[in-house]
């Protein structure tokens, strides 16, 4: 009897301690997500009443050619991105695992911009790489890497592109690092200490040792990264506004062009249902291969 | 002690709420930007005669202007009046969302002369709503300094886009990071005010006006097209322009470096804070043969949207900043355009010259009456833009520029 009694009050006390995370997933995530849903089968400009289309607005957007440039580019950029941000991050945090005082005023300094919003961050590189004020004309004109101003941002895809890799790399790249270090510190000096004796030299201790031991947390970087690369907006939104043609939209851009100045919200929300797909897709992937790390 | 703490709260409670809106007040959103200056002047005016009604202003970033709007509309949680740039008239007017002002203006002499091309894109099949709040409009300006230093008359601006090529070609280079002529690159909403009037002054259309109009027609659109491709292909066009989004847009004649360029009354008090010793006059802006000019009218529309409930409030501050007084004691002292036609004679603009020359682009300024104004032309992603881009920056045929920007812009039409 007192066996039933404890397992039923275990139960409404479990019941109340998930109750708020239910509620909160549910007001601010299901529900939202569900009337996207609802949203995305109809053309609905806000000023005029919603109009039930069915299947249309999907069907549009693969027919739609910027909405294939978009995602193509997106793609690019997350697959140049990913390994900038996963390697430098990772070698990074070799450098700076260790608890010295240097190493850790670097680990502050690389962090620091991760703190720093992406509106503000992007702002910030726009007037660096501008052409003619901006501080990194000036600094390779005066270095002689070139002999005359270039033109950074909105004119070339790929120079503009490298451009927004060069502000995000700065503004993230420390978040990876600092899971790094905390999953390198970690690993127990005893297995390093024993490799050292046995005279495997620093990178056949990172390749053989650091990198299997901490490959959950590259993993988990990795996916965490890839999904912020696949939803980025902020920085082209301010740094490239998409051009030159089109060619830096992101798919993200192209959502919030459709959802809010064209005021197309039912269009808008079968791009986003399109491009939660290809994250699930992504994410999904990621976790089989993070299990199958684990296993 | 405690009576000293609950003092405090109290004072502070009395300033919170002193400085916040009243219940009389009317809530009014405006978009932000250059015309900022102007629209408070209007509401400061106003608060000092109506200080039982006074006008609590809110901007909004210009870019979040329809969105905002759009999401206050469907919320039920809108203002009492709302600045509007006027391109977006027609969309909000024909969606039934702003209230219905005929009847009060109907025996209000000051309508008949507010600016058309304002009350045009306020009016849906024969009812106003709204009225000019403020009005910008496009001309060419031109460096008189810049002028002389290349040996050109300094009094004789170019008539037509032949002399307009062969003063930027003088003026080229006469400095270092000096150019004849300024188009921005990146900018949909600059190219539209600036570039868009070479093509109205030639004779050419941009934009459709319905599913069964036509982009882009005349013989004019592919000979201004060439002109502009010619000067960039030219070097008369500062190559970084390509980068211009619009930031710096304001910024760029006043610099000094630019020898003419499209821009707008508001580059007047600027180019002179920036700048103060140049030099610089005013005239329209030229199409391909000499007579022919053309302007964009542009600025704000103040409207009521539907379900304010101080709509007679609303609309005694419309007829307030149409009034004489306002026309000539705010608008003309603070340099700007008066929004009625038949107060540009006023004591502050005859001590303005070049106000006076800027003042005659409203009477042929050319207001684009279209439902879809963003998609077809102030977005980045839009085939204005992108047509311009093709026609400034690369290679290929004009005649294939042309075809592929009106596919794309009966498609935004159509739909």
Redesign the interface.
Same mark, same amino acid.
């Given at each position: 009897m007192s066996n039933i009694y404890r397992t039923k009050q275990s139960r409404r006390a479990g019941v109340l301690l998930i109750a708020p995370a239910v509620v909160f997933v549910g007001l601010f995530t299901l529900v939202p997500f569900l009337v996207m849903i609802w949203v995305s089968f109809h053309n609905w400009s806000l000023i005029t009443p919603p109009k039930w289309v069915g299947l249309k607005n999907f069907e549009k957007a693969f027919s739609d050619r910027q909405f294939w440039i978009s995602l193509t580019f997106t793609l690019k950029y997350t697959a140049l991105l990913t390994p900038i941000l996963m390697i430098g991050g990772y070698l990074i945090a070799l450098l700076v695992a260790q608890n010295t005082p240097l190493r850790r005023v670097m680990r502050t300094v690389v962090f620091t911009p991760v703190v720093i919003g992406l509106g503000a961050s992007s702002l910030l590189w726009y007037w660096l790489f501008a052409t003619d004020a901006g501080l990194i004309n000036k600094v390779l004109l005066d270095l002689g890497l070139i002999s005359e101003r270039v033109i950074w941002l909105g004119t070339d895809a790929t120079r503009s592109n490298l451009a927004v890799i060069a502000s995000i790399t700065w503004k993230v790249i420390g978040f990876g690092m600092i899971l790094f270090v905390a999953a390198i510190q970690s690993i127990d000096g005893e297995i390093i200490e024993a490799s050292k004796i046995d005279g495997a030299s620093f990178w056949q201790r990172v390749w053989h040792i650091i990198l299997p031991l901490t490959l959950k947390t590259v993993l988990l970087v990795t996916l965490v990264s890839v999904i912020g690369s696949l939803l980025a907006f902020d920085q082209f939104y301010i740094m490239t506004a998409g051009q030159p043609r089109n060619q830096t939209a992101t798919s993200v851009f192209y959502v919030y062009l459709n959802s809010f100045p064209y005021l197309k919200l039912g269009y808008g929300a079968a791009l986003s249902l399109i491009l939660a797909g290809i994250v699930l897709v992504f994410t999904v992937a990621q976790m089989m291969l993070s299990r199958r790390a684990q296993g | 002690m405690r009576t000293k703490t609950l003092g405090a709260v109290a004072l502070l409670l009395t300033v919170a709420l002193g400085g916040g809106a009243s219940a009389q007040d009317l809530q009014m959103w405006e978009r932000s930007g250059g015309n900022a200056p102007m629209v408070d002047a209007l509401v400061a005016a106003w608060n000092e005669k109506n200080p039982d009604r006074k006008i609590v202003l809110t901007y909004i970033p210009h870019?979040?202007m329809? !969105?905002k709007? *759009? @999401?206050a509309?469907?919320s039920g949680e809108v203002p009492d009046l709302m600045g509007l740039d006027l391109i977006y008239g027609p @969309?909000?007017t024909s *969606?039934g @969302?702003l209230e219905d002002i005929t009847d009060y203006f109907k025996d209000d002499p000051t309508i008949a002369t507010a600016s058309p091309g304002h009350i045009k894109v306020a009016t849906w099949e024969d009812r106003l709503y709204g009225v000019p709040l403020y009005a910008d409009v496009s001309a060419l300006f031109w460096n008189k300094d810049l002028f002389v230093k290349a040996g050109l008359d300094p009094e004789k601006p170019p008539t037509n886009l032949t002399e307009l090529h062969d003063y930027a070609a003088k003026i080229t280079g006469i400095e270092e990071g000096v150019y004849g002529y300024y188009l921005a690159? %990146?900018c949909a909403g600059c190219n539209i005010f600036t570039f868009g009037p070479l093509i109205w002054a030639s004779g050419g259309t941009i934009e459709p006006k319905d599913a069964s109009d036509m982009a882009l027609q005349g013989d004019a659109v592919p000979k201004v097209l060439e002109w502009a491709r010619m000067m960039h292909k030219e070097g008369l066009i500062n !190559? *970084?322009n390509?980068?211009e %989004?619009g930031e710096t847009f304001h910024l760029q004649f006043g610099s000094g470096k630019v020898g003419m360029m499209g821009t707008g009354n508001f580059n007047i008090t600027l180019a002179r804070d920036q700048n103060p010793g140049m030099n610089f006059g005013i005239t329209l802006l030229p199409g391909l043969e000499t007579g022919q000019v053309a302007s964009f009218a542009g600025g704000d529309i103040v409207t009521v949207p539907k379900g304010s409930k101080r709509v007679e409030d609303a609309v005694d501050f419309m007829k307030f900043i149409l009034s004489d007084e306002v026309q000539v004691e705010v608008y003309a002292k603070l340099l700007n355009m008066t929004t009625r036609g038949d107060m540009v004679d006023n004591k502050y603009y005859a001590e303005e010259p070049l106000i006076q020359d800027v003042a005659k682009a409203i009477q042929i300024g050319v207001t684009p009456y279209t439902l879809k104004f963003?998609?077809l032309i102030n977005?980045?992603?839009g085939p204005w833009l992108?047509m311009l @881009?093709?026609v400034y920056?690369s290679d290929e045929p004009i005649s294939e520029i042309i075809d592929s920007t009106r596919a794309d812009m009966a498609a935004i039409v159509e739909e």
């Open positions: - | 870019t979040e329809v !969105p709007l *759009a @999401q509309i469907a @969309q909000f *969606a @969302q690159g %990146n !190559p *970084a390509q980068a %989004n963003f998609e977005s980045p992603q992108q @881009q093709r920056y």
